[in-house]
């Protein structure tokens, strides 16, 4: 195991619903990132977050898309008016940052999220 | 831009016989390098990684990877492979020099490890 919990493992919604995921890191970690993997394909990055500050964000993460980071603890995704293109796997990662990029991620299992 | 390929989607390999996967990355400063692994119905977990120094870095489970930066090339090997490293395993790198912090990750290569 690798520390990284995330809530629910799977959601199946109708198109139009919101949803919420939640991911819990490993307790001493300060960075928390979302990374979003359809089948047949690597994990692509959606947002990152160092403490509670959101400091980074793809092209990928939509106006439907929100990621909180309250009090630099877990964190949560939300996806309004989903899509059917929004079924996937999304990924929850946390690493220890000090001043370099060098330490590796610890992933959690994901949550499988489909949409009817 | 950064990018990663895998250029193989799958690997057979005979339990016992040496194994590599391969994995070419561009990016337009110096690289950080990872390779991770995922079992099914497990998330990913972390191999190994190359940060700077010695070009042959040793991981987890008995793999290791070779930076070859005149190639921009990172294999993952192992001398003598089990039944069990079956799994789908990724490349994964991260520009040193641009600001982002993501990590770019391959599409993936499957590993079949037969007894």
């Known amino acids: 195991d690798t520390g990284v919990s995330q809530d629910p493992r799977h959601k199946i919604t109708k198109r139009g619903q919101n949803v919420t995921f939640r991911c819990d890191p490993i307790?001493?970690?300060?960075?928390l990132y979302w990374y979003r993997q359809t089948l047949g394909q690597g994990p692509e990055f959606l947002t990152y977050?160092?403490?509670?500050?959101?400091?980074?964000k793809s092209r990928l993460l939509s106006d439907r898309f929100s990621a909180e980071r309250p009090k630099g603890s877990f964190s949560t995704l939300e996806i309004q008016r989903t899509e059917q293109g929004d079924s996937a796997m999304y990924l929850c990662?946390?690493?220890?940052?000090?001043?370099?990029?060098?330490?590796?991620?610890?992933f959690g299992q994901g949550t499988r999220l489909t949409v009817v | 831009a950064q990018s990663v390929a895998q250029p193989e989607d799958q690997v057979n390999v005979a339990e016992g016989n040496p194994l590599t996967v391969k994995c070419t990355y561009s990016?337009?400063?110096?690289?950080?390098l990872f390779w991770y692994v995922q079992y099914p119905n497990r998330g990913l977990q972390f191999l190994l990684k190359?940060?700077?120094?010695?070009?042959l870095v040793k991981g987890s489970y008995g793999f290791e990877a070779e930076f070859n930066k005149s190639q921009t090339s990172f294999h993952l090997k192992k001398p003598s492979a089990l039944v069990s490293d079956s799994a789908l395993y990724f490349c994964?790198?991260?520009?040193?020099?641009?600001?982002?912090?993501?990590?770019?990750f391959g599409k993936g290569t499957t590993l079949s490890v037969s007894s």
């Open positions: 990016v337009s400063g110096n690289p950080y």
């Open positions: 977050f160092q403490n509670e500050a959101q400091l980074e």
């Open positions: 990662a946390s690493s220890l940052g000090g001043g370099g990029l060098n330490t590796e991620a610890f």
């Open positions: 190359y940060i700077t120094g010695d070009n």
């Open positions: 994964a790198v991260r520009d040193i020099e641009q600001a982002g912090t993501a990590l770019i």
């Open positions: 307790s001493e970690h300060n960075r």
